[in-house]
């Protein structure tokens, strides 16, 4: 088997050739072009700085270093969150930190704990992509959510049903997900153990933690700030 465990620059320089053949569809048809290249330049600058960082963040071993980390985590993916109700988003992001907190949390420790048994549990290696997995798609679910309940109220729906159907349009993404996962697609954690070797079996255990992880949190999570929206909502209202 060969070994692709380590990817070198001018290997991975070939991923531009897909790329630029977007980047030229999106000219010739005179689309956004500016956003798309500036969101991969982003992507670019992110990843390789975070490289960087992890490393010495997994050589440190910090509780405060990790906890700050996810700290950070839950006040970004909180405010990116509610991008979809920029007229909300001051008043709304203590519930969105609030819930991702407490759904996310909740799921994060779990997972650490009784099913990993990290010792310590704030090892760096595993806490921060674990948390960092957690986070995005709880931020994924209350940016739906606080989308559609937005909506639904300005509809002049009363808020349980403004509440279920942000919930139901909330999970959507997450449910496709666990229906596809296997048959149309093999997600990043399992290709990326299968591809350094892991055997299949051990890789589809760890998939199975993970997608169980994010249909929990992100559950959890979209339910608790769409039921603190209730007390904003009867605020407004009257």
Known sequence: MNNIANIPLENLAYTLIPVSLVIIILFSWKLRLAGSLYAVFRMLCQLLLVGYLLNAVFASESVWVTLSIL??????????????????????????????????????????????QLQPWYQARYAIPLGGMIFANTMNNISLAAERFSSEINNRQDYLSARNQAFNTALIPTINSLLAVGLVSLPGMMTG????????????????????MIFASSGLATACFL???KGYYSKTAD
């Open 193 to 212: 153990q299968i591809l350094s070797g892991i055997s299949p079996f051990i890789a589809a255990r760890y998939q199975i933690m993970v997608m169980m």
């Open 71 to 116: 700290c950070i985590m839950v006040l970004i993916s909180s405010w990116i969150a509610l991008g979809t109700v920029r007229q909300h988003r001051w008043s709304w992001l203590p519930y969105a930190i609030f819930s991702i907190t407490a759904g996310g949390g909740l799921t994060f420790w779990i997972i650490v704990d009784p099913v990993l």
């Open 227 to 229: 039921f603190l929206l």
